[in-house]
């Protein structure tokens, strides 16, 4: 589509069962704001929606751990998310619920529609029951082993290890994860869209269509999904919190979270449309509308060839033309998890870095996923703000300001005869809003905002190069040229930084005193951006440094969290066998001091020990010589099964042995005795 009468952009609809992350905003979130905020500043007609995902299971398991109402959940979680994307200047032009009224009837006369003219399967098939809970277990209720990879713990929709999607009933060894047990399978009618027969239909418009122009990453999932061949993929399932299946026959079971939640979109634009005194019809069913779905690359075939073939099945409305997914983010070289808190929670960063929404955008825009999964560290956070946003950009700006305050009382001076340099700077600065706009219109964000740093690049070295804290003293008339060539420069970030660093580009406005924005098409072809005479504000500071202690204490947060993760996945044996009284009387354990130690010789595993237990000094050999040395162990005061029959070990008897453990890091430590001095020979009963 050369040129859209209107854009219709969506952003993947976050699922209300907790807050979102730095993933989150770098897969999707930051990228649809640059796009909707580019475009809207170039006149377009857009309609930029979101809103929060609210149905599914995740949510009903959280509820019930929580001892809450599914209702309670999302209330919560929508309330931190929507504030999360304000805070960070997300500027969706609807935020919308899947909880609400609107979307209800969206989704449910959808469905209607569909069931009316036949486009549905209707089948009994056998579903996982748990008879102790006494209802169906829906997908994310089963947990087995996946027939992929051997994942033990994947769920009954999808392997979150290995990323195959399969049926529960596929799973080996499955489990419900409400009471731990085994279901059973029981009969159930469903509801299922015949993927199958839109697949020559998929082939064409994706695989012959869309080969050039979506990303080789969308373009080869949906390629490796067609060549295995589609299979019908049920829309209902047995729960009672969701969108009620409003058919005959559908009485307690609801509208499967996946087909209703795209449908967010429509009801999304639908709101705003209401609202706004507008036509919501034409943004998702006229041909002139470009729709762009912004998602992370879990979500690609929901979102390229489930939900295309469900609006292809209804008939009326657009297709996506482009569906521009990024992969995954990691910190600090280990996967974002949600469930193991690792992950920089939006909310939390603000409580760490307040005012600093822009930097964080920066540096996640920076290292965005766009082709492959990346990675986020602290470390190249502190290092991007303070040597790129710090030293270039808003350096550039403080010295512009500074300088014209000072020759100048703030007022922009009239230029004298521009000369080669001059009019080279100038074209420049006139070229890039094309070239950021080619980068941004091919959904290469990166690299667009790359280009905005290169202006203020541009304008650091034009100020280095003609040094106008040295003409001021020798050429009045020249320093005034460069000035007032600088303070274009500068005018020019207010308006070319905007889509990527809105406060920043409000802030520099303020600090350049613009009674109204400067257009893209103004920069390539006004000839002044700031006219003389204006009279600029106060200088302050964009940027300011991030200190070393402030990314110890986030280092610091982070490794707490890994040790209560190792902490929690540490295995606990079974209980052995049980023992009886007597069994446990024949156990003699005293406090004993090493009084000697030494390794084995030609072993790594083993010390010798000389061990005063108080009835007497005997040698045990202790299999802990890769955790201690020699010099360590002497003196501790230890726990020592003394009753334990002698073996000979390497030739060496040891008549003994001494008690340890492992703590959470995996490391062995003595169970010892209590601190207050023990004397040896002293039994522990």
Request: hydrophobic share 40%.
């Amino acid at each position: 589509m050369s040129t859209p009468k209107r854009y219709t952009i969506t952003a993947a609809l976050p699922y209300t069962n907790g807050p979102i992350h730095i993933g989150h905003l770098a897969g999707v979130y930051v990228p649809a704001d640059i796009y909707a905020r580019y475009l809207k500043m170039q006149g377009e007609d857009v309609v930029f929606v979101c809103g929060s995902d609210e149905h599914g299971v995740p949510i009903t398991i959280k509820a019930k751990k929580e001892g809450v109402s599914p209702q309670d959940v999302v209330d919560k979680y929508d309330g931190i998310i929507r504030k999360s994307f304000q805070d960070f200047g997300i500027a969706f032009d609807n935020y919308s619920r899947t909880s609400s009224k609107i979307h209800h009837e969206t989704a449910a006369a959808f469905f209607e529609k569909l069931y009316k003219e036949g486009k549905f399967i209707e089948e009994v098939t056998q579903q996982l029951y748990d008879d102790e809970a006494q209802q169906f277990l829906a997908d994310r209720f089963v947990i087995g082993t996946c027939p992929k990879c051997g994942n033990e713990e994947s769920y009954g929709d999808q392997c979150e290890k290995c990323g195959t999607s399969h049926n529960a009933t596929d799973l080996i060894n499955p489990k419900s994860a409400i009471t731990g047990n085994v279901p059973v399978l029981k009969e159930t009618k469903h509801w299922f869209l015949p993927l199958d027969q839109y697949e020559p239909w998929l082939k064409e418009w994706i695989l012959d269509s869309h080969k050039k122009d979506w990303k080789p990453n969308v373009y080869g999932q949906c390629k490796s999904w067609i060549d295995d061949g589609l299979r019908p993929r049920a829309v209902t399932r047995d729960l009672d919190w969701g969108i009620p299946v409003p058919v005959a026959g559908g009485e307690g079971k609801v509208l499967y979270v996946w087909f209703d939640a795209p449908i967010g979109y429509i009801s999304a634009t639908k709101e705003w449309a209401a609202r706004e005194n507008k036509d919501w019809e034409p943004y998702w069913k006229d041909q002139d509308t470009k729709l762009v779905h912004f998602i992370g690359k879990d979500n690609i075939v929901f979102h390229c060839i489930i939900f295309p073939s469900m609006l292809k099945a209804e008939g009326s409305y657009i297709l996506p033309d482009n569906v521009p997914a990024n992969e995954f983010l990691n910190l600090e070289g280990n996967k974002l998890s949600t469930s193991k808190n690792w992950a920089v929670w939006l909310h939390e960063y603000l409580e760490d870095f307040p005012g600093k929404e822009d930097v964080l955008r920066y540096v996640l825009t920076a290292n965005a996923p766009e082709t492959k999964d990346n990675d986020f560290t602290w470390k190249d956070f502190q290092q991007r703000n303070n040597s790129e946003l710090v030293a270039i950009l808003g350096n550039f700006i403080n010295r512009v300001v500074v300088l014209t305050h000072k020759y100048y009382d703030a007022e922009v001076p009239e230029p004298g005869q521009l000369n080669e340099i001059d009019e080279n700077i100038l074209a420049e600065l006139r070229a890039y809003p094309a070239v950021i706009a080619s980068s941004i219109e091919k959904y290469r964000f990166r690299e667009a905002q790359a280009e905005m740093m290169n202006v203020a690049r541009l304008g650091n070295k034009y100020l280095a190069d003609e040094e106008p804290w040295k003409t001021i003293k020798t050429d009045e008339a020249r320093t005034k040229t460069v000035m007032y060539v600088a303070l274009q420069v500068a005018a020019a970030l207010s308006s070319i930084c905007q889509p990527f660093l809105p406060f920043t580009a409000k802030k520099l406005s303020n600090i350049l005193n613009l009674k109204k924005d400067i257009s893209w098409p103004q920069i390539a072809s006004a000839e002044a951006l700031l006219a003389p005479q204006h009279v600029i504000g106060k200088a302050s500071l964009l940027f300011e440094k991030i200190e070393d202690d402030a990314i110890a204490k986030q280092l610091e947060k982070l490794e707490n969290t890994k040790k209560m993760n190792e902490a929690e996945q540490k295995s606990v044996e079974e209980q052995k066998e049980t023992a009886t009284f007597e069994d446990f009387t024949k156990i003699d354990l005293r406090v004993g001091t090493i009084v000697s130690a030494e390794k084995m010789p030609k072993t790594k595993k083993l010390l010798v020990l000389k061990v005063d237990t108080g009835l007497d000094t005997r040698t045990i050999v202790s299999g802990i010589a890769e955790h201690f040395s020699p010099e360590e162990v002497v003196g501790k005061q230890v726990t020592v099964l003394v009753n334990l029959a002698p073996r000979k070990l390497r030739g060496t008897l040891s008549e003994g042995m001494i008690l340890m453990t492992e703590n959470a890091q995996g490391e062995l430590v003595f169970v010892n005795p209590d601190e207050a001095q023990v004397n040896n020979g002293s039994t522990i009963a």
